[in-house]
Structure formats: C-alpha cells, structure tokens
C-alpha cells in the first residue's frame, strides 16, 4: 500500500499568486497514492472562485478524488468566503469518518481527521487520521498529547494506524513522544533514521510533514521536492510504501 501526505496550500502557489490546483491534481495523481492525506484543503472560497476560471465547481477533495477515490473531509477554519480544513483520499472505501476539533485558539483552527478504511482480505478496518497542528511548539504539545488520548479511547490497540500530515514539528519532538504513547513509528526515521525535510517545497530546510505508521512495516519513503513540485504548493509531498504486517 501507498500512503502520501500532503499540505495542498489551499490549492495556491507558494505566494498565493496562482490557483494551481488542475496542475496539482495531475502531480498527484502520478504518485499512485492508495490512501492520500490532504492538509489546508478548500472547502469552499467564494472570492477565490469568482477570481479564477478554474475553479473547480466542487470542493477541492472532490476535485482531487474525482471518480477515482473515495473522499472525506473535515472543515476547521471557517470565515466569510468559506472554509478549509483536512481530507482523506482512499481508493479503499471509508466505512466511517469524524473530525475531532483541537483547535486551542480562534487564530488557528486545527482538527484531527478520523477515518476507518476497509482493506480487502483484512477482518479489522484501518485507521487514518489526517492532522495538523499549530506554528507554536508549546500549543503542538497539547496537540499531540490530546492526539494520543483521542487514539488511546477510540482506536483498538491491534488495529493498523497511520496518523499523517502537517506537524510543524520544526522541533523535532513528535516522533519521541509518538513512539513512546502509541507505539507509532515514523516512516522516513524509520527507514534512513531521520525525518524528511519537506518545507519550502522548492528547496526544503524543515521536516514539517510526517507518516507514522503502526502494524506495518515500510519499504521505501521518498519526499517529492524540487522545481515542479515547488511552483503547486509551499510544502513537499511525502509518500510511503508500506506492507501489513
């Protein structure tokens, strides 16, 4: 299975110059993603889409998913043009979703996206939650403590579990504490024994996007950086290659 995270930008080039959107999903799309984990996703923009010819008539995850995946989202920010928030792509069918608010202030609406996916062959659904967290490391603490507690009361401890997104784990501080509460263990740390520098796309300096992964076992984990990939979004995506264990 393939799993990528990606923060989409709100489907804007870096310095929101652009609508790049129809370009990012053909990039996307060329990963051959099974499960793909979107951060600042656009629900709705009404200005926005006045302003640009092609905007999508849809919301930006349905656009992305076309008839191809099964799609969620879960709105966060809200203000007066729209929303955005995190979605999950699936080419597996999601049997359920909810999106749980850890939002600590007005300024930066956060969520945890919370999915069960239905693997063929597999008895027990597989867990996804889709997440980003705060700019303050002091706020990412409380985030990710609330993270694992949310994990701790509603996710069976044998399930698979991938918890991925946009950290802003700047820090490094995450991958400790997610293997020490969940047992999780980050793709890319697991693999070279480093995280990934993601952010700017163009030229990455800081590992801000994350793939922890439980019950499964990683084959190969690559970040897409570079020109084309830093003309679609400020972040890079991250892809994993992952087997059940």
Known sequence: MRIATYNIHKGMSAFNRRHVLPAL?????????DLVFLQEV????????????????HPQHAFLADDQLHHVYGPN??????????????RHPISSWHNHD?????????????????????????????????????????????????????????APLVVAGDFNDWRQE??????????????????????????PARLPLLALDRIYLRGMHVE???????????????????TATVRLN
């Open 102 to 158: 850890i939002s600590l202030s007005k300024l930066e609406r956060r969520g945890l996206l919370h999915s069960q996916v239905l693997l063929p062959g597999r008895d027990l659904p597989l867990h996804a939650l889709c997440v980003h967290l705060n700019l303050r490391a002091t706020d990412r603490r409380v985030q990710l403590a609330a993270l694992a507690d949310y994990v701790l009361a509603h996710i069976p401890a044998d």
């Open 220 to 238: 190969h984990a690559e970040a897409h950086s570079g020109k084309s990939w830093g003309q679609l979004s400020d972040h890079a995506p991250l």
């Open 25 to 33: 999903k053909h990039a996307l799309g060329g990963l051959t993603a």
């Open 77 to 90: 920010a809200a203000y007066q043009h729209g929303h955005h928030g995190n979605a999950l792509l699936s």
């Open 174 to 199: 995450a991958c400790g504490f997610l293997r020490e509460a969940l047992d999780l263990r980050e793709a890319f740390h697991s693999l070279h024994g480093r995280v990934a520098a993601s952010f």
């Open 42 to 57: 656009q629900g709705e923009h009404q200005a926005r889409a006045q302003r640009h010819h092609d905007w999508p008539e």
